[in-house]
Each structure stands twice: as C-alpha cells, then as structure tokens.
C-alpha cells in the first residue's frame, strides 16, 4: 500500500472541504457601501450592528451579514446622525463594540493560508514521483544481491548439517582455499571457479552453501536465478554485471545462484530463437565466470534440481568445474537430522532411531517439517514436551494430510476399505522380497479412504526383479481382495494401479526385466529430480505395443499371484479384516500376533 498516495488523497478531500466551507461563508458576507449600510438600518433590515477594530462595521440581519468601512476617527453614532438618522432610531440599535481575538485570527489563517499550503503540498509531491518513476529507469540494472554474514547468531555450520559427509569433504577444499588461497596458489594450483550443488527440493543444497561461508568466515552473497530474468531485454545481463561486481570489491566471497536452471537453461537452436532476454543474461555469466583474473578470490556456488536442462556451456570446466551431488538421507543420517531439528524443542521420552527407520525417502526440509509438525500436535494435545506418538503421527500426516474425521464411511464402504487394506497387508506379509507391514488403517487421511504402512528393512541402493514382483503383487493386493470377497471393483484401487501401471512400464523400458523384450533401455537417460517421468519415444510402433503387451502380461501376472494368495490364506483375510473394522487401526505386533507365521511363509506361489 502506497501511503503517501492515501495521504493525497486526504489532503484533497480537506482542501475541497476548506473551499466549500470558505465559499459558503463568502456567500453569507456581502460588502457594501456605507450609504446602502445606513438605508438598511433605516429599513430595519439590519437588527444588530458589531464595530470591529474602529474602522470596520458589521450589520447582522436574519440570513445575511453586510460590512462596510468607516473612518477610525469618526464616532458610528455620528455618522449616522450626518446622514439623517434621529437620536431615537440610533439609541434604539443593538451595537456592539468587538476586537479581533486570537480564534478569529486563527480561523482566517485556516482558510486562506492553509489551502494554499495543501496544494502547494501535493503539487510537490506529484513532482517528486513523476521524478523518482524517471530515475527508476536507471535502476533496472541493479542486481539486488542480498549478503548473509557469516558472524550472525543464526549462523549455519557443517556441525549443523547432518549427513551428506562426502560433500561437506568436497566443499572443505573451497573452505581451505577461501581461508588460505596462498597455500595452493604457491604450487600452482587453481581452485575450482564454480561449484554446482544438485539434489532434489529439500536435501541442504541453501544449508550446505550459507555452512561454507560460516566455515570459511567470508561474506556471503546469494541471489535467484529468477531475478535476473526481466521483461526488458538487456536488463539481467546488467544485472549479472552488478552481482559479479560487488563480489570482486568483496573478494574472498562466495556468490550463490540459487535455482540455477532459471537462467542457465539450454540455449535454443530453432529458426525463431529462444527467449532472448533469458538467453543474453545466460551468455552473460558466461562471460564474468571466464573474466576472473588469476589470484580472483572468489567461488561461484549454483543450486539445482535441474541438471538435465542446463546448458553444456555453463557446465565446461572453468565454469562449474566440480558437481556435487548431495542424495537424500539415509537412516543414520536421518537420525542425526531430526536430533538437529528437536534440540530446540522440549522432548520427552522419544525413539529417534525408530522415527528414523520409518521416513525413508524423506527429505531434510520433510523431516525438519515433521519436528514441527510434531511440536504442534502436542501443543494441541495440552502436553508440555514431545512424545514418541506425537513423532509417528507426524509421520503419516506428513506423508498422507491430516485425519479426516468428519469422513464417516457407511457400513458396507467400511467393510471394503477394511478388506482392501488387509488384502495389501497378506500379500506383503506373505511374499519374501515385499516390504514388511508396519501399521493398517482405514481412517480416512488426506485423499487416501484408508492405507496399508510398509518400511524395508534395510534401505538398498540396487533392487532385483523378484522384489518389483512381489511389491506389485502386494500392491495390487487390495484390488484382489475385493475381487474375491466381493466379486467386483471400486474406485478405491485407483491410486494402487496408477503406481502398479508405473512401476511395471519402468521395469520394461529402463531396467530391461521383459521376458521378451530383454537388456535394452528405450528411456531417455535424463537426470531429474523433479516432476512427471516422461519417456521419449525412441522406438517403433511394433516396439510401442511390444511395452504395452509386456507391461499387461506383468501386472496380470502380479495379480493372479495377489488372489492366489488371498485364497489360500483367506481365513487369515477374513479374521484380519473383522478386527480393522472394530479397530481401525492395527499396528505391527497385533498384526503379527494375528497372522502368527513367519514372514515370506509362501515361496513358491
């Protein structure tokens, strides 16, 4: 909101109050004559006469007041005996004898003096925007580079990031050299001009770059890629100029593009071009990372989780020399992250370790979100610190949305949510290479009417056939279940195919696991973090339906394996399902207690 401009306005609305109030008073006041004065008074027009300051006479009638002037040596009662008034008329008349008092000087002030200051007022202002929206024009090319000082209260330390330790020893190196850059310069060696920080949204890519400017106690200048880019051609190159600029007069200093890929996309080859503004900020960071002198003393930092559409030219060594690839958390990462998170939360007697094992996949900002999460349940739930139940319920409201208990499910929907969820949780239990069964619910969460919670047991960085196979079959488990218990399908499974009809495509177009089609990839080999899988089509239409055959024949495979054993153990479904429909919620000690055999019991089915 401009205040300034309501201030205007205001003024206006006062001058035109002024005005009026000015006008109607001149209106009321009408000056004469001391002839056509004295012919009212002998009319009886004039019923009170008010002498102020010796020369001014003032004559008040019912709607109107007359003033006229006199000479200040002469008596008003002699004037009026000179121009034919008898002494009878003249005692008879209502004068009063009046000075100017401060409050009438004050009021004429008002409205003569101030009106003209207002308007003085907003003319001045109106000139002083039209110049400021003048100057703006040589503006434009400001980078509006903001600094973090590496000495503030807040400061990040790699004590303060948890996890990805081969990357903190990767950028130890850039610490070093900002530190002590003569140790490298005396043998010759170069440090590297930029580093590109990749990883998906949430992993400390921010965190890890503000934790080496702490390190190496440098300022750090940081800025998005996004505030390059304007509408006006030119305008992002100079502001590429203006942020290289205030680094080299800040030099040892790191500068950190944040969201590289705004502006460090692939330049287009088409007969039309590409967008030209976006383009010409681009070639200008190409140019400033190649005019650093030598003894430069500063480490360009770029963030994305767009690796795959940056531009070859950015990426050449002498640019961004060095890629550091920062994964999600592990366990014992995780671990270590959400002791960093909770240790400024009062917590209560909590299993880390526990939590840890049952987010995987989550990210730094998901499990700092998570802390808070759980920090606010307890709030709610009038406790004074953090408990273990607090931490798990996170979990799922993190991954699912919060409970819906307003959902009231009918008695027949519950009944096929409890056997669609125990369909998923036999299968799982029943096949040897499927994740083992944490938690079964079918209280509504977010959009899901009910879910099946599954963890490994170990977290893997390679995964066989065999357990593609046995987790769609545990998938499409829920989708069995109904099919068998109640000879028909519902909506319900819609997600579960989604992610089965996934999974299935991947397992023949990129990891080569067809009966038919065998070791072949026939999905671009694109590094994102981000987004839809999209796969470009390199291959026939006699290959296209050769996928799309395959891709049947092994979800129709997982699904006869899901109600083969759903049949033979279908007591085991109808006792499980009874107890989530007076449950609701089975955690894994009941659930095993129920089922009361081992794991991975049916190996050949």
Not at 96 to 115: D, H, M, S
Not at 357 to 363: D, N
Not at 365 to 390: P, V, W
Not at 507 to 527: C, D, K, W, Y
Request: aromatic share 8%; with cysteine.
């Amino acid at each position: 909101m401009n205040y300034k401009n309501i201030y205007i306005v205001i003024s206006l609305l006062l001058l035109f109050l002024l005005i009026f109030i000015g006008a109607n008073e001149t209106y009321k006041n009408q000056k004469i004559s001391l002839v056509e004065f004295i012919k009212k008074v002998q009319n009886n027009e004039i019923t009170r006469i008010i002498l102020r300051d010796e020369s001014q006479i003032i004559g008040e009638s019912k709607d109107q007041i007359y003033i006229t002037n006199k000479d200040p040596k002469e008596s008003v009662y002699q004037i009026f005996k000179d121009y034919g008034l008898n002494t009878t008329t003249i005692f008879a008349l209502d004068i009063e004898q009046k000075t100017t008092n401060f409050k009438e000087i004050i009021f004429a002030v008002l409205f003569n003096i101030v009106p003209l200051l207002i308007i003085a007022w907003i003319f001045w202002q109106i000139f002083k925007q039209a110049q400021r929206g003048t100057s703006q024009i040589f503006t434009f090319s400001k980078s509006g580079i903001k600094v973090y000082n590496p000495n503030s209260p807040d400061k990040v330390t790699f004590k303060d990031v948890a996890g990805l330790e081969e990357a903190k020893e990767e950028l130890m190196e850039i610490v070093e050299f900002l530190k002590n850059p003569q140790k490298f310069f005396r043998i010759g060696a170069k440090i590297p001009k930029g580093v590109l920080l990749v990883g998906p949204p949430g992993s400390g890519k921010t965190l890890l770059a503000r934790a080496v400017s702490s390190e190496a106690n440098v300022p750090f200048f940081y800025i998005s890629g996004s505030e390059f880019v304007e509408m006006f051609v030119g305008v992002g190159a100079g502001r590429v100029r203006d942020a290289f600029s205030i680094a080299k007069k800040n030099q040892p200093c790191i500068l950190f593009i944040d969201e590289l890929d705004a502006i460090g996309k692939v330049r287009s080859v088409g007969i039309t071009g590409g967008h030209e503004e976006r383009e010409q900020t681009l070639n200008q960071i190409l140019v400033e990372m190649d005019g650093f002198e030598k003894g430069t003393k500063i480490v360009i930092l770029g963030a994305t989780n767009r690796p795959d559409v940056l531009d070859p030219a950015l990426l050449r060594p002498g640019r961004f020399d060095r890629k550091i690839v920062l994964d999600l958390p592990d366990v014992k990462a995780r671990e270590e992250i959400l002791k960093i998170h909770l240790r400024d939360k009062k917590i209560g007697k909590t299993n880390i370790k526990e939590v840890a094992e049952r987010t995987p996949g989550f990210s730094g900002a998901d499990l700092a979100n998570l802390c808070n999460e759980a920090a606010i349940l307890a709030a709610r739930r009038n406790k004074d610190s953090i408990s273990q139940k607090e931490l798990l319920d996170s979990i799922e409201k993190v991954l699912l949305g919060p409970e819906r208990k307003t959902k009231v499910y009918s008695k027949k929907e519950k009944e096929i949510a409890a056997y669609h969820e125990s369909g998923h949780a036999i299968v799982a239990h029943y096949l040897p290479h499927s994740h083992p069964v944490q938690k079964i619910s079918i209280v509504s969460r977010g959009k899901a009417g009910g879910y099946t919670l599954k963890l490994p047991v170990e977290e893997k960085s390679f995964y066989s056939k065999k357990e593609f196979l046995d987790e769609l079959a545990s998938i499409l488990g829920g989708y069995a279940a109904e099919k068998l218990v109640f000879n028909d399908i519902t909506t319900g499974a819609s997600n579960d195919l989604e992610v089965a009809t996934e999974m299935a495509k991947q397992m023949v177009v990129r990891f080569g696991m067809s009966e038919n089609i065998g070791p072949i990839s026939l999905a671009s080999s694109t590094q994102s973090f981000i987004g839809k899988s999209f796969y470009e089509k390199e291959y026939s239409e006699k290959m296209a339906e050769l996928i799309d055959n395959e891709t049947k024949n092994i979800l129709n495979n997982a699904l006869e394996r899901a109600i083969k054993i759903l049949e033979i153990k279908k007591d085991k479904l109808e006792k499980l399902a009874k107890v989530l429909i007076k449950k609701e919620v089975i955690e894994k000690k009941q659930f095993q207690k129920l089922i009361n055999e081992p794991k991975g019991s049916l190996l050949n089915v």
